[in-house]
């Protein structure tokens, strides 16, 4: 019979890593039409970090994401980065693009400032404009801003900064220190149909709410939790490499290796906490890793609501749940006995 | 394209009799430049929050990513990497004649052949082919470059290696112990230990309400991207070679290549392609000197693309976890105290274990106030696929003790799943188990978010909830 149960777990996650520092470059280019380039050593592993980085040079130069062109992941032309791994892409990386946008505007800012008769500090951007602070009607385009700057003043608009997050190493003995710049926090809620006669889970439904801070693009935070769900789900459920007793792997194949089709996955509803880092770029931290970490803890909580066995080790494959209820209903037959006699 | 066609010969089977011989046609050419439609969401202002559709999607879409698979550069070689098969031996000798006598093979390289042949992102412990001691049964042992993938493969059944097993290490417990063999001798197996350490643990548990223990599991499981590790190495003639690379960091990448290679940094270019999936596992060198040597030795770009099986057993895999806790708490529910003991195995070489055993170590309290605590945690050695980068480093593993144990004790103490955790969760400026001050805390909202959308309260998901019909 098909018993229903639901698991809560919650998490948090650093952005970045501790071994070493951690930094990213970049450089923008402002083009004479106001468009802009930037250029990242980063790598796109198919998480939209690009799209994430065009976003923010975007937003610091007032213009649309479709303006910036992203050239990325070249040693011969692209600035240092520490690359596409610990969730540090939005923060990291986020924060020397912003930086660099902002050392290119700064030029735009001293070419504008007299042309409209007050102090580069008292300008800002807004949509496609360089405007006096309070008086947006008096304002230039960026492109012939960018353009005055390069024919005129002979300056071409460009920038280039590089961050690296404050950390304070820990001590040896106690650990105690400040290893990560920021952390986020998330909550998965399961819902699962856990069959007790064959053990077989069926994962209903997933209730995640993430914090990210700001998020940039709510589009690919959704992509990064689906993703991770379905990751979470088959540490929970399926994926295991298994060795012979000579160590070399069973089942170092896709048939044999079992992991989530589509078919597996469940409703996934995503809810994006209300947040703000005043350390990330425009208040953002970061959402690549932390989606898959609640997911396999609250699908076992599940269960363990739905048919009161508690799986101690993953993946809770059908066989391992059918063990434990076949466990504990031995064992309550015992205690029955027990206390008959 | 073609299995769909036999109804249709029904019909018309003279008419299509032709068509069905020829082969299939490639997917049909876009012509370029795209007249794009571009979407509304990348042309607005604030550029921040827009849905903006990815940069990538047209092409992606259209079938027209340029992945490392799809490069071909006039008279490029494939390559092929023979694995040992076995998890722990010395080689004796390698023998490579027959292969390099078949027609078609170009070149052979063995260990012996790498300038520098160990690479670490810490520990640099890890060959590029092992030459002199077999450490995990997915080591590479020989490379071969051919002018078909076909012919490559072949080659590698008639590569003679001569193997003196040692036995091998594993089970992570086993290793653990200061009696057993280091793997890398001298080095002891265990080649990370980490302490976070914070009140008294002891004293919590003697004033706590109850001390509960748990002991908790976790698996091996591989990243499994849908592109494999590919790299393709060309030189010019004045010896500055360009690798494309399925690398995730590539700053780092290039360090590490030109370290192996020998050649300066300045010669050394590295193109990272769009990356079909990483999630961890390419971020550490595979192929790339591999392609680069047997390339320079043929004079001829070289290619080698990861099976599926090399990407299983060749490639970084996540940290199994074996996780002690014991937790001491009021009658209320507030947590006093927790101890952990984390023991990670560490695979064959070390990767980023010392990335993972950090973040698992400082992560193992979970999101709440504790204030008495004390985690270790140690990083083994063990004959098996070297275990390394993978989105959490070491996050899902204690999450999911942690929280099990959460649910655990909330039931003893017949507090609701939800009141527990919300009674211990972190605050703004709650201070972390390494008493680092927290900024931008929010656990409890996604907490009372989470169970809000799920309708925790109305019963949703339970088995009564089911009965009476409050489910949405």
């Not at chain 2, 990513?65 to 722990?88: E, H, N, Q």
């Not at chain 2, 959490?392 to 955790?421: H, N, T, W």
Request: charged fraction near 20%.
């Amino acid at each position: 019979m098909k018993k229903r149960g639901r698991g809560i777990a919650c998490m948090w996650y650093p952005i970045g890593f501790t071994v070493a520092a951690n930094p990213s470059a970049a450089v923008v280019k402002i083009n004479e039409d106001g468009t802009a380039t930037l250029l990242t050593g980063t790598v796109e592993t198919g998480q939209g970090s690009l799209t994430i980085l065009a976003q923010i040079v975007a937003q610091e130069l007032g213009i649309a994401t479709d303006d910036v062109h992203v050239v990325s992941a070249d040693t011969d032309t692209t600035p240092m980065d520490t690359g596409a791994i610990a969730s540090r892409t939005t923060y990291v990386t986020g924060n020397a693009a912003r930086l660099a946008a902002e050392k290119a505007k700064q030029i735009l800012f001293e070419v504008a400032a007299p042309v409209l008769g007050v102090k580069p500090s008292q300008l800002e951007v807004a949509d496609h404009k360089i405007q006096v602070v309070g008086f947006p009607q008096r304002n230039m385009h960026i492109g012939d801003v960018s353009d005055r700057a390069r024919g005129v003043n002979g300056q071409p608009p460009i920038g280039s900064a590089s961050y690296n997050p404050a950390t304070v190493a820990l001590d040896a003995e106690t650990g105690q220190g400040k290893p990560f710049a920021t952390y986020v926090y998330a909550t998965q809620i399961a819902e699962v149909d856990v069959d007790d006669e064959t053990g077989e889970v069926d994962v209903l439904r997933i209730v995640a709410s993430h914090d990210c801070g700001t998020p940039i693009n709510p589009m690919l935070v959704e992509g990064q939790v689906e993703g991770g769900i379905s990751m979470g789900v088959g540490f929970a459920l399926e994926e295991e490499i298994m060795f012979d007793e000579h160590g070399r792997q069973r089942n170092p194949n896709l048939t044999n290796y079992i992991m989530p089709t589509s078919l597996d996955m469940p409703k996934i509803e995503v809810d994006i906490v209300d947040s703000y880092d005043p350390t990330g770029p425009f208040g953002a931290k970061g959402v690549g890793e932390p989606t898959c970490v609640s997911t396999a803890a609250a699908i076992l909580n599940a269960i363990h609501d739905a048919v009161g066995v508690r799986v101690t080790s993953l993946p809770a494959t059908a066989e391992k749940v059918h063990a434990a209820i076949k466990a504990k209903r031995a064992q309550e037959a015992r205690q029955i006995t027990a206390g008959a006699a | 394209m073609v299995e769909k066609k036999p109804a249709v010969i029904e019909k018309e089977a003279q008419k299509d009799a032709l068509e069905l011989l020829r082969a299939p046609a490639p997917a049909p050419l876009v012509p370029l430049p795209i007249e794009v439609l571009v979407p509304e969401a990348r042309q607005q202002t604030p550029a921040v929050r827009q849905r903006a559709t990815r940069s990538d999607a047209r092409t992606h879409g259209l079938g027209q990513t340029k992945y490392i698979d799809d490069m071909y550069l006039p008279g490029m070689l494939f390559a092929k990497i023979k694995r040992a098969g076995v998890a722990s031996a010395r080689i004796v000798s390698v023998d490579t004649k027959e292969a390099e006598a078949m027609p078609g093979v170009v070149a052979v390289i063995t260990g012996r052949d790498i300038p520098c042949n160990t690479f670490g992102p810490s520990l640099k412990d890890q060959p590029v082919l092992a030459d002199e001691r077999v450490f995990h049964a997915g080591d590479g042992v020989a490379a071969v470059a051919a002018v078909t993938e076909q012919i490559a493969t072949e080659a590698l059944e008639k590569i003679h290696v001569e193997y003196e097993p040692i036995e091998p290490v594993l089970d992570p417990l086993a290793s653990l112990k200061l009696e057993t063999p280091g793997l890398h001798a001298p080095s002891p197996n265990i080649y990370g230990h980490k302490v976070i350490k914070k009140g008294d643990v002891a004293k919590a548990f003697a004033e706590s309400y109850r001390v509960f223990e748990g002991s908790f599991r976790t698996q091996m499981v591989e990243h499994v991207p849908l592109e494999p590790h590919s790299s393709l190495a060309t030189w010019d003639p004045n010896g500055r070679v360009t690798i494309y690379s399925t690398l995730g960091r590539i700053t780092l990448g290039r360090a590490d290549i030109s370290r192996t290679l020998g050649v300066p940094m300045s010669r050394v270019r590295i193109i990272a392609t769009i990356v079909g999936g990483n999630f961890g596992g390419k971020n550490e060198i595979t192929t790339e000197p591999v392609v680069a040597l047997l390339s320079k030795k043929t004079g001829r770009p070289v290619k080698c693309t990861f099976t599926r099986p090399e990407e299983f057993m060749s490639s970084t895999t996540r940290h199994p976890l074996i996780m002690d806790y014991k937790t001491g708490v009021t009658k209320e529910g507030r947590i006093l105290g927790r101890q952990i003991r984390l023991v990670l195995d560490g695979g064959a070489y070390c990767s980023w274990s010392e990335t993972t055993l950090g973040k698992a170590c400082i992560l193992s309290a979970g999101p709440y106030k504790i204030d008495n605590l004390y985690a270790e945690a140690f990083v083994v050695y063990t004959n098996k696929t070297m275990t390394g980068a993978m989105r959490g480093f070491g996050a899902p593993q204690v999450c999911f003790a942690y929280e099990s144990q959460m649910d655990d004790m909330a039931k003893a103490l017949g507090i609701d799943p939800l009141e527990m955790r919300l009674m211990n969760a972190l605050e703004e400026g709650s201070l972390s188990p390494t008493s680092q001050k927290l900024h931008s805390v929010v656990v409890k909202e996604s907490l009372l978010q989470a169970a809000e959308r799920f309708g925790w309260k109305n019963g949703n998901g339970s088995a009564n909830g089911s009965a009476n019909g409050s489910r949405t």
